[in-house]
């Protein structure tokens, strides 16, 4: 899980790890890139607004194809707590 919502990551953190699952989670895009070039992970869930590290403005879409290099057919889960309809159709 990336995403900069602290609670929201730790709570989806726990609940995977509940239902069985290995699960990491990371604050930003940075860390994820440094995760997935030391593990293979089954699924990616990105949050598309990130905290931003340095001078980067990257997002959760930005990312995924940074994601594919490291594993091109990983699935990706997109999440955001905003409700815009234009994000939902860039998004898709």
Do not use: C
Request: glycine share 8%; net charge negative; proline share 3%.
């Amino acid at each position: 899980m990336l995403g900069d919502d602290l609670q929201a990551r730790i709570g989806l953190q726990q609940f995977m790890r509940l239902m069985g699952y290995d699960a990491e989670g990371v604050s930003d895009w940075l860390e994820a890139l440094h995760l997935m070039r030391e593990e293979l992970f089954d699924l990616a869930i990105v949050d598309i607004f990130l905290s931003r590290t340095g001078k980067s403005s990257l997002n959760g879409l930005d990312l995924i194809p940074l994601l594919r290099v490291f594993n091109p057919t990983m699935p990706v889960v997109l999440v955001t707590g905003q409700g815009d309809e234009q994000l939902r159709t860039i998004a898709l």
